[in-house]
C-alpha cells in the first residue's frame, strides 16, 4: 500500500535541515512512502541535494510561506496562520492528499489546528496524546500526555479505547492489556473519577488489567497506561528529569580525573549500548488519538534520526487504519454497553 | 538539646533487626539523642547486643504486642490495633515522651492513626507527605506525595507554607523559593485548582517562583515543588520507575559476555560514586507535615543505613521546631491575607 504523508518542514527547533534529512532517510527505508516537503519553496528546494536518488514523483514541495513559533498560542496560530507550513500540513491530510501529518512544531497550535481542521472522531470530544515508553522487557503506551487537564471518566474510558487500538496496531496485540494510573495508598485508592473509569472498563470487552502506579509506566507490566492530561504530562517530565539528572552524574562522576576518564574510555562500547537502548530519540513520535486523520507530534529538538522515528511511526499509523478502528471498536463498546 | 525519638520497631518489610540496627548507629552518631524502641520487648531485647555501648537510659524499650500489617486498611487498623508499635510509638509523642516518631510501616495507617492520635495544626485540615528529591546542584522539598487526592487551592496554598517551613529548617535557607508543578502547554497551562493556588501564593509573602514542569523536580531550580498528592505520587513513582529500569540496563549491558563484565570491574570506583550519589536510600525519610508533633515515614524497605536517614530527619524537625514553625508562618499569612 502506497502511503503519502505531510511533512511540517519549518517547525521545530532545528530548522529544515534535519526534516529534510529525515524525508530523505525514510524514503530510501521505505518504497511505498511519498512525502509533501510543507515549507518555503525555495528554502527547501536549496536544502535538497542537487543529484536525487529516488524517484522525484516520490518527494514533492508543497509552499507554505508562513510559520508556528514554538511559543505562539494556539488560537492565535489557529486564527491568523493559515498559511503555516503546520497549517497547510494538515489541510493536505484534510483533502487527502496526504494520509498523515508529522510535525516537531507547537503542541498546543498543533493540536488545535488538527482538531479543528480534520474534526474528531465520532463519540470522541477530546483527543489525546500518546506515547510509547521504554521498559525493562517492552514498551508501554501511556495517555493523556497533556492535550486534556480535566477528564471525566467518559472522557478517560475513551482514552483506553484509544490507546488500545494504537497498541494492538502499533505493537501486533490482539488484545492488549489496558490499566489504569493510580496512586498506591490503600483506603485512598484513587479520586472518584479514577474509580468511575474503572467501572466502565471492567464492564467492557477490553482487556482491563486495574490499577498500576506511578514505577509500573516502566516495568513493561501492561500495554496501556490510561491517565489524565496533567498528571500523563507531569510523569513524562518527571521521567525526562530523572534520565537527565543520571546523565548528568554519570558524565560529572566519569570525568572527575584522569584515571574516571580512562575508565569512560575503557567502558565506553558498554555505556554505548545503554545509552542507545535508553535513547529517547527511538521513541520519538507521539500520536494525537481520536481525530479524523492520523498526526504525529516529534519532539521539537529532534534530530534527524529522531524524527524519522516520527515518520516511522506515522506510516504505521496509515498502514494500519488506527483512525477508522478507533471508531469501529468505540461504536462496538458503546453499543454493547447499551444492550447490557 | 536532647531530643527523644520513639520508633516502630515492627513494621517495615525487613523487620526489627534493621530499627534496633539503625537506632544503635544513630545513637553513636547523635549525643543527644535518647531512642524509646516500640515493639515486642522480648524480640527487641533479643535483638540488642549484650554489651550495650552506651549510657542504657538512652535506649529503653517500650512493650507493644500488636503490629500493624503493611496492607491492613487504616481504619481497621485506627481502630482495632490500639496496642500496635505504631500506635504506642504515636502515642509516646501525644504524651509527650518523645518529641517524634519513626516507623517504616503502612502510610496509609500510619497517616490516619498520627491524624486521629496528634490532630492538625490550627489552619490545616488535611496533612500532607513531603520528601526530599536528588537535584543536579540541591535536593528539592516535594509535596503532597499521597496524603490527599483531591486538594482545594487553599489546600496547595497551606501544603507550600508547610513545604517552604520544612526546606527552610533542614536547608538553612531563610526564604525557601516555592513553585507550583504544572504542565507545559500553552492555552491549557493548568487546570483551575493550580490557577487559583497561583493566585494565592502570588498574593502572599511566600518566596513564589512561579509554576515548574515535571522534569524540574530534578534539576534543582526551587527549594519547594507544590503540587496535589495524586500528581506527587505518580510523579515520585515514575521516577522511581525510570532509575529501576536505567539500574537494569545498565546491569544488563555490564554482564553481556566477558569483556562487559571485565569494563563494569574496571569501571566499577565510578560506577560505585555514581551509585552512591544517586542512591536513594540518602533521601529516605518523608515527613508528615501539618500534624502536632513530628511523624517521619521511612521507606517500607528501609535497611539500616536508610532508617537512619529517616532517623536523622525527625531529629532535625524537631530541632527546628517545624510542627511550631508551620503554625506561627501560616497564622501570620493568614492574617496577613485578611488586613490586605
Redesign the interface.
Known amino acids: 500500500m502506497n502511503v503519502a504523508l505531510a511533512l511540517d518542514a519549518m517547525s521545530g527547533d532545528r530548522g529544515p535541515e534535519v526534516i529534510v534529512a529525515a524525508a530523505l532517510a525514510a524514503l530510501k527505508h521505505h518504497g511505498n512512502l511519498t512525502l509533501l516537503l510543507v515549507g518555503d519553496e525555495s528554502c527547501l528546494r536549496q536544502l535538497l541535494p542537487s543529484v536525487v536518488e529516488f524517484d522525484p514523483s516520490r518527494l514533492r514541495i508543497v509552499h507554505a510561506p508562513e510559520v508556528v513559533s514554538m511559543?505562539e498560542?494556539?488560537?492565535i496560530a489557529l486564527r491568523n496562520k493559515r498559511n503555516s507550513s503546520m497549517r497547510v500540513a494538515i489541510d493536505l491530510v484534510k483533502n487527502a492528499e496526504a494520509a498523515a501529518c508529522v510535525s516537531s512544531g507547537?503542541?498546543?497550535a498543533l493540536m488545535?489546528i488538527a482538531r479543528f481542521v480534520l474534526k474528531t472522531l465520532p463519540g470522541i470530544d477530546r483527543p489525546a496524546i500518546c506515547t510509547a515508553l521504554?521498559?525493562?522487557t517492552r514498551p508501554t503506551h501511556m495517555l493523556d500526555l497533556?492535550a486534556?487537564?480535566?477528564s471525566t471518566s467518559e472522557e478517560l474510558f475513551r482514552f483506553a479505547v484509544m490507546g488500545s487500538v494504537l497498541a494492538s496496531a502499533i505493537d501486533n496485540t490482539p488484545s492488549p492489556k489496558v490499566a489504569l494510573?493510580n496512586?498506591?495508598?490503600?483506603?485512598?485508592k484513587?479520586?472518584?473519577t479514577v474509580k468511575q473509569t474503572a467501572a466502565l472498563l471492567e464492564a467492557s470487552e477490553l482487556n482491563y488489567a486495574g490499577f498500576v502506579?506511578?514505577?509500573?509506566?516502566?516495568?513493561s507490566k501492561v500495554d496501556v497506561i490510561v491517565?489524565d492530561?496533567?498528571?500523563g504530562?507531569?510523569?513524562?517530565?518527571?521521567?525526562?528529569?530523572?534520565?537527565?539528572?543520571?546523565k548528568?552524574?554519570?558524565r560529572e562522576?566519569?570525568s572527575?580525573g584522569l584515571?574516571?576518564r580512562l575508565?569512560?574510555g575503557?567502558?565506553s562500547?558498554?555505556l554505548g549500548?545503554?545509552g542507545r537502548?535508553?535513547d529517547p530519540r527511538r521513541y520519538n513520535g507521539a500520536s494525537f488519538l481520536g481525530l479524523r486523520g492520523s498526526v504525529v507530534k516529534s519532539h521539537g529538538s529532534a534530530d534527524a534520526l529522531s524524527f524519522e522515528y516520527a515518520i516511522d511511526e506515522a506510516i504505521l499509523e496509515v498502514e494500519k487504519k488506527v483512525p477508522e478502528r478507533i471508531s469501529d471498536l468505540l461504536e462496538h463498546l458503546l453499543v454493547a454497553r447499551k444492550e447490557d
Chains 1, 2 share one sequence.
Do not use: Y
Not at 183 to 188: F, K, L, P
Open positions: 511559543h498560542r494556539p488560537s507547537n503542541t498546543g488545535a521504554p521498559g525493562v497533556g486534556n487537564v480535566d494510573l496512586i498506591g495508598q490503600e483506603e485512598i484513587g479520586n472518584d502506579e506511578g514505577d509500573d509506566i516502566f516495568a491517565c492530561g496533567f498528571v504530562n507531569v510523569a513524562l517530565k518527571a521521567s525526562e528529569g530523572v534520565a537527565h539528572l543520571v548528568h552524574v554519570m562522576e566519569f572527575r584515571l574516571s575508565m569512560a575503557i567502558a562500547p558498554v549500548r545503554v537502548r535508553m
